[in-house]
């Protein structure tokens, strides 16, 4: 059994940074509207253009800037899981990630 993990382990080590912008991108969906909310509820007294100004810098940069952060994290942190741990864990994240989606009403 640890030979089989640690087999399918190395297999993902090339992809763990595709890995991390999965998990990355797919956190941002489920949780993006929290996101949008609380920036909403920040600049709802002020008028359209700002408002206007805050979304558009939110979505065009700060998503992005966001995504690329912790893609990069993610994809250091996951290089350190030792390889027998490696996949398991990733199992695991995704099936985490697909319950909270469930829960959200996101699947």
Known sequence: MTE???????????????????????????????????IR????????????TVFLLVVAFGYGALT???????????AEIPNLYLFPSLLLTFVIIGLIAEEKKHI
């Open 68 to 78: 690329l952060l912790l893609t990069h994290l993610l994809s250091k942190l996951l």
């Open 41 to 52: 509820d920040m600049v709802k007294d002020y008028n359209f253009f700002v408002r206007l």
């Open 4 to 38: 089989i993990l640690t087999s399918a382990s190395q297999f993902l080590h090339p992809y763990l940074y595709k890995i991390a912008m999965a998990i990355t991108a797919a956190l941002l969906v489920l949780f993006g509207d929290h996101i949008n909310g609380f």
